[in-house]
């Protein structure tokens, strides 16, 4: 089982910044690929970005240009900076691992349990 524990959530103004963090310790293998989600009240969970331990990256549209993913491979670790933030970017976003095929599509074995993110 691996944990997954995510940090950084808080309010913010519009056109502020937040930066996330997810930690994953000791567990490489299942890490290899490592992705945001997010979800709002009463719609789906959407995909945010994903980046692999070789550094090849993927984006929600909604976020190209505006967030950037990064991914610690000897920390074990997943950041999201988050800039030009907008209202429509509130939700709760979820850390999540464990899958072969890199993209926001695919299925993740691992979930953390959620950071808040409001913007105002």
């Known amino acids: 089982q691996v944990q997954l524990v995510e940090s950084g959530g808080g309010s913010v103004q519009a056109g502020g910044s937040l930066r996330l963090s997810c930690a994953a310790p000791g567990h490489t293998h299942s890490t290899y690929c490592m992705a945001w989600f997010r979800q709002a009240p009463g719609k789906e969970r959407e995909g945010v970005a994903a980046k692999d331990s070789a550094g090849s990256a993927n984006y929600a549209d909604s976020v190209k240009g505006r967030f950037a993913i990064s991914k610690d491979n000897d920390r074990n670790t997943l950041a999201l900076q988050m800039d030009s933030l907008e209202p429509e970017d509130s939700a709760m976003y979820f850390c999540?691992?464990?899958?072969?095929?890199?993209?926001?599509?695919?299925?993740?074995?691992?979930w953390g349990q959620g950071t808040q993110v409001t913007v105002s």
């Open positions: 999540a691992a464990g899958t072969v095929n890199c993209w926001m599509g695919a299925n993740f074995a691992y």
